[in-house]
């Protein structure tokens, strides 16, 4: 009697798939019905990025989002009246950055030193003296420690002025990236010796985009390559027998050797072949042990290996020359001549149901005939397709919208983009590979961090000039969306993060909701607007 079993496939080398982790090819069928793409983008005034979802629900992160915004959190409000003005000259310097020197005139130094003396006297105490009392200043000097007078003067003195200081540039400065760069001694010795404070402030501002030419985002002419495997026809063929597959049964073939149809369990170990006489190199990764062989799925396969294959009985083996072609996606292993050696461990037929209309609901759940379920397919696998060309088309207008921008990028606004970009990767290396401690620890170590930032300059660099862009074609275009879609949206989001029992900021969900319907308009205005030309690769 023949013996039914379930198998699961792996993936080897075998079949083409790019070592890359992000597979820039459509997905267009999943185990678990989800045909439909769900594409969101962000953006935001100062800064859009297709590849983040920082504070969205988890299982929708792609890559995280960084916004520039106003440093006001940072320091004080400008509230607190001076007795005097202070003297701020403000220098240009390099990657977006501003330095702002800072003199503090002798009357506000002492109204500082008062309010740090009266400080003193509620909190000390002094002995033979009431607590809140006045005490002479030479005593509470001498209690509390005349260099501790002295710091806490030179600290009020910072707390007090930097508002003021910073209030020309407070509005497009980035969170976090304000620096007191003179040493705190040194104000120490100025205050002490002239009575006055001079410091200076380093500050990183958001950059003024130019575009060159001026117009050039209005007349974009992008060329946008489709993979073939977009084709809606051919994936809904494809995924039709997928189904008809699954609903088989596989048994054991013990009179024959392979056929197309069948499936075979084999091992396989691969060589190169030296033009020039050398010894032989192993190919590792082009070895597999107990890979799952479709013989139906020839096409995704190395050219020749299931020719060579047909006829291979259980228990034999066979060996094989074949070369990767040109085209093959892994590019250490384009134009290498291997010698395969394959042992078939076992062999299966499929033993399938007829394809009529009586199987049609174990197809696709609420359909009565084959007929019904081919043109729901194909209906999907037109939406995800156009999904996918709408999403290349993003891509390629991206592509070319940053190489039209001139801007000065501050580091502050690359290290955060850069650490929010690897921290994304990292969570879809956890969630894929269940990294331990050590290794987690490993990879989240500043040097590691540091090694991404360093070969990942280009790209981090083109992504923040394509956030740059388009926050900026928001604004100069005068780009709105309704109410009501931004409401939509944020109920949505809402009932998202519930539903994954996830902790969300109601205030930060609408900001990134607000940047993802920016975002849309953005790209609907310039797919409009561009010249767009569709090749098929």
Not at 216 to 222: D, F, G, M, R, S
Not at 468 to 489: H, K, M, P, W
Request: with cysteine; charged share 25%.
């Amino acid at each position: 009697m023949a013996t039914s079993i379930s198998m699961q496939f792996n993936p080897s080398i075998l079949s083409n798939i790019s070592p890359s982790v992000n597979n820039t090819k459509p997905q267009f069928f999943q185990p678990n019905d989800k045909f439909l793409i769900k594409q969101k983008v962000s953006s935001s005034s100062h800064q859009f990025s297709f590849l983040q979802q920082q504070q969205l629900p988890l299982h929708q992160l792609d890559t995280p989002r960084f916004v520039a915004k106003a440093a006001t959190g940072v320091v004080d409000t400008v509230e607190d009246k001076l007795p005097a003005d202070i003297h701020v000259t403000e220098t240009q310097e390099p990657n977006s950055r501003v330095r702002l020197t800072v003199e503090v005139p002798t009357v506000v130094c002492d109204d500082c030193y008062r309010r740090v003396i009266k400080e003193f006297t509620k909190l000390s105490k002094v002995p033979g003296f009431r607590p809140g009392k006045n005490v002479p200043e030479d005593i509470l000097v001498g209690f509390v420690g005349k260099q501790n007078v002295q710091k806490a003067a030179v600290e009020s003195i910072l707390k007090r002025t930097l508002p003021h200081a910073m209030s020309s540039v407070t509005k497009k400065a980035f969170e976090d990236s304000i620096r007191i760069v003179t040493k705190f001694e040194e104000m120490e010795k100025t205050y002490l010796s002239q009575n006055s404070l001079r410091y200076d402030v380093v500050v990183d501002v958001a950059p003024e985009i130019k575009w060159k030419p001026e117009d050039a985002y209005k007349n974009l002419k992008v060329v946008v390559e489709l993979d073939s495997d977009m084709d809606a026809q051919t994936a809904s063929e494809k995924e039709l027998i997928r189904r008809h597959k699954s609903l088989g049964a596989l048994k054991i073939v013990t009179d024959r050797g392979l056929q197309v149809g069948d499936v075979a369990v084999i091992d396989i170990s691969a060589t190169t072949i030296e033009q020039d006489g050398s010894d032989a190199k192993s190919i590792p990764a082009a070895e597999s042990k107990g890979f799952n062989f479709d013989s139906e799925e020839g096409d995704n396969v190395l050219p020749g290996f299931r020719d060579a294959m047909i006829g291979i009985k259980r228990g034999e083996t066979k060996s094989f020359p074949l070369v990767f072609p040109d085209s093959w996606k892994q590019e250490d292993l384009r134009g290498v001549h291997a010698q395969f050696t394959v042992e078939c461990k076992e062999l299966f037929y499929r033993d399938l149901p007829e394809l009529n209309d009586s199987i049609a609901e174990k197809l696709l759940p609420g359909c009565s005939s084959i007929e019904e379920v081919k043109q729901a397919l194909l209906q999907r696998c037109l939406e995800i397709e156009q999904a996918a060309k709408d999403q290349a088309t993003d891509n390629a207008i991206l592509d070319q919208l940053y190489k039209f921008v001139e801007v000065d990028i501050p580091q502050s606004l690359f290290e955060e983009q850069g650490r929010q970009l690897y921290g994304a990767q990292l969570l879809q290396l956890q969630a894929n590979m269940k990294l331990n401690e050590q290794q987690l620890a490993s990879l989240s170590s500043p040097r590691a961090v540091n090694e991404f930032l360093e070969t990942q300059k280009e790209n981090i660099t083109s992504i923040i000039k394509q956030n740059l862009a388009v926050g900026d074609i928001y604004t100069r275009e005068n780009l709105q969306f309704s109410t009501e879609e931004l409401v939509n949206e944020v109920q949505n989001s809402i009932q998202e993060f519930k539903q994954h029992k996830q902790e969300y900021d109601e205030d930060r969900v609408k900001q990134q909701v607000q940047e993802v319907l920016e975002g849309a308009k953005v790209l609907e205005w310039l797919r409009e607007k561009a010249e767009i030309q569709y090749i098929t690769m």
